[in-house]
């Protein structure tokens, strides 16, 4: 699962040739979420309150740039690193 980003221990990454509707995996300590990129919906998994609130902050920041690594992983390309927030 290649790491798009890490930010105040969260760990974004994206599955090569994933399932839709495009996502990201968000991972922080012993929990991890699905994020739909275009929505910011938790698709499955959970996330702290706080932890969701800085990965849709994020996501807000780095959409396109999400939607450019989803296309990315669909074709099997290398993913371009975002990021952090700061």
């Known amino acids: 699962m290649p ?4 930010f105040l221990g969260i760990i974004i990454a994206m599955y090569y040739n ?3 509707p495009a996502h990201f995996h968000a991972k922080y300590g012993g929990h991890e979420a699905l994020i ?4 910011g919906e938790v698709i499955s998994g959970d996330l702290p309150p706080r932890v969701l609130g800085l990965v849709e902050e994020w996501r807000e920041l780095h959409k396109g740039e999400l939607l450019h690594d989803w296309k990315l992983a ?3 390309k290398p993913l371009i690193r975002i990021d952090p927030l700061e």
């Open 18 to 20: 994933d399932h839709v």
């Open 74 to 76: 669909v074709e099997r």
């Open 36 to 39: 739909s990129i275009e929505t």
């Open 3 to 6: 790491e798009i980003s890490r």
